[in-house]
């Protein structure tokens, strides 16, 4: 496993599994679980694998989980394109409210680590692009909130601004304050 970036003092990063080519293919590792408990500096247990397939244009999130049924996440893309969002919503956070944008592809290969206090979405850059994300803890649906998508006070540049689709949950979202 490769750490390709830190981003919220060293809270979220970005990471690459490994692969061997030889004269069969390929073989990957995609995560390795040892590694992200040893760089996370925490012992973490994902419980469910999820796998999303969205049409260009679709934005899923900001999502949350409230207290105590935060969930830590890792992202990935095994088809097409995605813009990924992480924003600092650990309220006693030096950066809390920031955010940073990070292209994850099935090209690029690049994964995300989204510890608990952060909230996430993405916008599908391509049509049904194919998204896994791994999550720890258990959701609870009404325990989940949503952040409005282009609240002004986060002001996400999303890559894609006509023909923007949206859940009606993610429509409905409140205001970060």
Not at 40 to 57: A, D, L, W
Not at 85 to 98: A, F
Not at 130 to 139: F, Q
Request: proline fraction near 2%; aromatic fraction near 12%.
């Amino acid at each position: 496993m490769k750490i390709l970036s830190f981003f919220f003092h060293k809270k979220v990063f970005v990471f690459k599994g490994s692969k061997y080519l030889d004269n069969r293919g390929e073989f990957n590792v995609d995560i390795n679980f040892q590694e992200i408990n040893k760089i996370s500096k925490q012992k973490i247990i994902f419980n469910q694998i999820n796998r999303v397939i969205s049409k260009k244009g679709v934005i899923r999130g900001i999502h949350i989980q409230i207290p105590p049924y935060e969930q830590d996440k890792i992202i990935y893309v095994i088809n097409g394109k995605i813009q990924d969002i992480i924003i600092d919503l650990r309220k006693k956070s030096p950066t809390y409210g920031s955010h940073v944008c990070i292209e994850l592809s099935k090209k690029n290969n690049k994964k995300i680590f989204i510890p608990k206090g952060f909230g996430h979405a993405y916008q599908s850059l391509e049509n049904l692009s194919e998204v896994v994300y791994l999550t720890s803890g258990v959701y609870k649906k009404n325990k989940s909130k949503s952040i409005l998508w282009n609240d002004k006070k986060i002001n996400i540049k999303w890559r894609i601004n006509k023909k923007i689709i949206l859940s009606k949950i993610d429509k409905n979202g409140q205001l970060f304050r």
